[in-house]
């Protein structure tokens, strides 16, 4: 993150400004303190041992990322070091952010907040950023996260506080006109809280598909066909509704519009064309649904497209318990999972889950979907022996286990993909 101009001008000298070598003054003390028993936390009370001042922001997605990784690193050194977050912002700015982030729970050590004070003796425009003292007060390094490893932490404690880079922020001339995303690489971090963009098909990229929820939403998809997109956006992340090619009807599309079966050259020769593969990718905050977003998306950049998800009969493969069996739970363990071509083993995993890879990958060109119909909902132990692509096969090693899948009819959810103009994205 980069505070705003005002708050800080690189190359400001102050009276208080301490640097690397200097000795912190004495008789610091927080009032304004987030997970800490006492009153207060003095630094005075660290003495003897090495402190990290972490400096961060609610307001920037990078920093406040970093508090997990710096909470792990504190409960692998205990005692032997001190990590101290500190932020200029109030409590009800950092409750907000600790609430959005599943992965900030559960943090351990002290947060000190509404600390401006500490931000005079070390001032800087880029976070986080990070401020070492030594066991007698003096500051031992100033310099960015990439430092901060379990490796330059070991050299630390047994002496060495050179391995630490200087951190020395610089300001950033950003032309007028330039595209912050595409034509500043000066700009390391962006510090992007939403984002979406789309693309044509990108030479020389393969195929991908991430997905990453453990900060802000982050969906990003590279050259990867039409249908692949509102395969996605639409069957989200349910297990149950997941919308492979045996469930989604695109009528009005002619052969290979959306999805073509092809390899090697004729499949660079089709995307090359322009208007079959296209790049997305979303940045959004925790708090907002990123499939809705993609949805709207695409409905604005692919408005020759109807989507619509409608309940329709379908020949479904449904998978039950064979009669008078009752698939026993899981015995206790660890929660494991395994697929290859060749098998499965599963401990103490969710059924649906399987059910769910059966459709999305080994079975995905199977004309009738897998639905799961044996009413376990509870976790169990299963392993199978066979080709899980071969549908006959798959069925045999299943009702060796008390399972079976039977071929019939029933009202499904089917993704209709209906073309309503001519397709041409870039056309006016």
Same mark, same amino acid.
């Given at each position: 993150?980069?505070?705003?101009?005002?708050?800080?001008?690189?190359?400001?000298?102050?009276?208080?400004?301490?640097?690397?070598?200097?000795?912190?003054?004495?008789?610091?003390?927080?009032?304004?303190?987030?997970?800490?028993?006492?009153?207060?936390?003095?630094? =005075?009370?660290?003495?003897?041992?090495?402190? &990290?001042?972490?400096?961060?922001?609610?307001?920037?997605?990078?920093?406040?990322?970093?508090?997990?990784?710096?909470?792990?690193?504190?409960?692998?050194?205990? *005692?032997?070091?001190?990590?101290?977050?500190?932020?200029?912002?109030?409590?009800?700015?950092?409750?907000?952010?600790?609430?959005?982030?599943?992965?900030?729970?559960? /943090?351990?050590?002290?947060?000190?907040? =509404?600390?401006?004070?500490?931000?005079?003796?070390?001032?800087?425009?880029?976070?986080?950023? +990070?401020? &070492?003292?030594?066991?007698?007060?003096?500051?031992?390094?100033?310099?960015?996260?990439?430092? &901060?490893?379990?490796?330059?932490?070991?050299?630390?404690?047994?002496?060495?506080?050179?391995? +630490?880079?200087? $951190?020395? *922020?610089?300001?950033?001339?950003?032309?007028?006109?330039?595209?912050?995303?595409?034509?500043?690489?000066?700009?390391?971090?962006? !510090?992007?809280?939403?984002?979406?963009?789309?693309?044509?098909?990108?030479?020389? /990229?393969?195929?991908?598909?991430?997905?990453?929820?453990?900060?802000?939403?982050?969906?990003?998809?590279?050259?990867?066909? &039409?249908?692949?997109?509102?395969?996605?956006?639409?069957?989200?992340?349910?297990?149950?509704?997941?919308?492979?090619?045996?469930?989604?009807?695109?009528?009005? +599309?002619?052969?290979?519009?959306?999805?073509?079966?092809?390899?090697?050259?004729?499949? /660079?020769?089709?995307?090359?064309?322009? %208007?079959?593969?296209?790049?997305?990718?979303?940045?959004?905050?925790?708090?907002?649904?990123?499939?809705?977003?993609?949805?709207? =998306?695409?409905?604005?950049?692919?408005?020759?497209?109807?989507?619509?998800?409608?309940?329709?009969?379908?020949?479904?493969?449904?998978?039950?318990?064979?009669?008078?069996?009752?698939?026993?739970?899981?015995?206790?363990?660890?929660?494991?999972?395994?697929?290859?071509? !060749?098998?499965?083993?599963?401990?103490?995993?969710?059924?649906?889950?399987?059910?769910?890879?059966?459709?999305?990958?080994?079975?995905?060109?199977?004309?009738?979907?897998?639905? !799961?119909?044996?009413?376990? =909902?509870?976790?169990?132990?299963?392993?199978?022996? %066979? $080709?899980?692509?071969?549908?006959?096969?798959?069925?045999?090693?299943?009702?060796?286990?008390?399972? *079976?899948?039977?071929?019939?009819?029933?009202?499904?959810?089917?993704?209709?993909?209906? $073309?309503?103009?001519? +397709?041409?994205? /870039?056309?006016?």
């Amino acid at each position: 993150m980069v505070y705003p101009t005002g708050v800080y001008r690189g190359g400001e000298t102050r009276s208080d400004t301490l640097t690397i070598g200097d000795q912190i003054p004495a008789g610091i003390e927080f009032a304004q303190v987030l997970q800490f028993s006492s009153d207060k936390l003095r630094l =005075d009370d660290y003495r003897g041992k090495y402190v &990290i001042l972490e400096f961060w922001a609610p307001t920037c997605s990078l920093s406040t990322a970093s508090l997990a990784d710096m909470d792990e690193l504190q409960d692998h050194y205990g *005692d032997r070091l001190a990590i101290l977050p500190i932020t200029i912002f109030p409590e009800n700015r950092v409750q907000e952010v600790l609430k959005a982030y599943s992965s900030l729970q559960d /943090l351990e050590f002290p947060l000190i907040i =509404d600390a401006k004070k500490m931000r005079e003796y070390f001032p800087h425009s880029l976070l986080p950023h +990070f401020v &070492i003292l030594d066991p007698e007060g003096s500051v031992a390094a100033i310099t960015s996260q990439s430092d &901060i490893t379990v490796e330059n932490l070991d050299k630390l404690l047994a002496g060495d506080e050179s391995v +630490f880079r200087e $951190k020395i *922020d610089k300001r950033i001339k950003l032309e007028r006109n330039a595209r912050l995303i595409s034509e500043s690489p000066q700009v390391e971090n962006k !510090n992007i809280w939403f984002q979406s963009a789309m693309t044509g098909y990108i030479p020389g /990229l393969g195929g991908s598909i991430i997905q990453d929820y453990s900060g802000l939403s982050h969906i990003r998809i590279v050259n990867m066909s &039409i249908l692949s997109h509102f395969q996605l956006a639409y069957s989200e992340r349910d297990l149950v509704d997941y919308f492979g090619r045996n469930r989604i009807e695109t009528p009005g +599309f002619g052969l290979e519009e959306l999805f073509a079966e092809k390899v090697g050259q004729d499949a /660079l020769d089709w995307m090359e064309e322009g %208007t079959h593969v296209f790049g997305y990718e979303l940045i959004a905050p925790p708090h907002l649904n990123p499939y809705e977003l993609m949805q709207e =998306d695409l409905k604005r950049f692919f408005p020759q497209v109807k989507a619509s998800v409608e309940s329709k009969t379908k020949t479904v493969y449904a998978l039950v318990q064979m009669e008078g069996q009752q698939y026993p739970k899981a015995m206790a363990g660890k929660q494991a999972y395994q697929a290859a071509g !060749n098998g499965v083993r599963m401990r103490n995993y969710p059924l649906q889950g399987f059910v769910y890879h059966l459709n999305s990958s080994f079975q995905q060109n199977n004309p009738y979907p897998i639905v !799961n119909r044996t009413g376990i =909902d509870y976790p169990i132990d299963l392993s199978l022996d %066979t $080709k899980l692509s071969n549908i006959e096969s798959l069925r045999e090693a299943l009702r060796m286990n008390g399972l *079976d899948l039977v071929k019939q009819e029933e009202v499904i959810s089917v993704l209709v993909l209906e $073309k309503v103009g001519d +397709f041409n994205p /870039l056309a006016p």
